[in-house]
Every structure is written in C-alpha cells, then in structure tokens.
C-alpha cells in the first residue's frame, strides 16, 4: 500500500521493493507492511504538518515547566527573567522522518528543532533557545500473552 498526502496524489517519492512473507500456514490471518508503506505514510503526515506540535501553558503547568527550571539549566535564561514565566515549547519536524525495517525490529530516525518561549504577562512570547534535535530510535515488537509489546531503544 502508499500512502498519499490528503488531496495530493501525486507519485510518491519513495518505490515500493518486493519483499517475501514467510510460509507459514498455522494461522488464519497474517498481516504485512512494506517499509514503503511505512515511509509514504510519514510523508504524508510530514506533508501535513502533524508532526509539528506547540505544547502551551496549560500543558506545561501540569508539568510545572517555567523559565525558573531553564534557568537552572541554562544562566543566559536565567538572565532574561529574573521573575518565573509559563513557557512554551514549539517542537517542529524538520525533515522526513526515516524507517527502516529489519528481521524483528524497526528504526526510526527523526529530525526537528524545539523553540522555547517564556510566555509574558502581556501574553506575548520572548524566545530563550531552541534546541535542534536527532534521534535515532530503534522498536522491537513481540507477541507475548496475545498481547503486542515493544521495547524501545534510544540509539542515539
């Protein structure tokens, strides 16, 4: 299967490989993706912009997140605002998220950037940092119980 972004169906910048399913025959139903599906799928959310979230005050209040604790962190933020402020984190996915499927695993490598802005009385924001970030993150799913875990690895 592909993938199309919503209203956009055009050809699909990724081409679909053959794979084998094994032989087997003590099961009424089996299922299998391509990492063709996979990928057209992240473009198309990619496409879409959902991978591109803000995360607000009332999130972060119910976390407790302010400039008090970047400015623990970080003395520039500590600087910036002496009194505690809400923040809010603008997390933005800047390229195409990658997939890759091995025997019993998959690796998922994502690129983005996290604004972080303190959020001011006159409910304007002031930028303190944004941090870039890659991650290269490996999932390996099992069947255990009738139940699907997984387990997930943070490569890098």
């Known amino acids: ?80 605002s002496v009194t505690p402020y809400p923040v809010m984190l603008k997390l933005i996915s800047t390229e195409i998220p ?11 490598e994502i690129q983005g950037s996290m604004d972080v802005l303190a959020i001011l009385p006159d409910s304007t924001t002031q930028p303190l940092f944004t941090l870039n970030i890659a991650a290269n993150t490996s999932i390996s799913l099992n069947i255990f119980d009738k139940k699907l875990m997984g387990s997930l690895c943070l490569n890098r």
């Open 1 to 80: 299967g592909v993938v199309f972004p919503a209203g956009n169906y055009t050809d699909s910048p990724y081409v679909a490989a053959s794979f084998r399913i094994p032989d087997q025959s003590d099961s009424m139903l089996y299922l299998a993706f391509s990492e063709c599906f996979f990928q057209t799928s992240l473009f198309a959310y990619y496409t879409a912009g959902a991978f591109n979230m803000t995360i607000a005050e009332e999130t972060c209040s119910y976390f407790n997140i302010n400039t008090d604790i970047f400015g623990s962190i970080i003395p520039e933020v500590a600087k910036y």
């Open 98 to 108: 990658i997939i890759s499927l091995q025997q019993d695993s998959f690796t998922l």
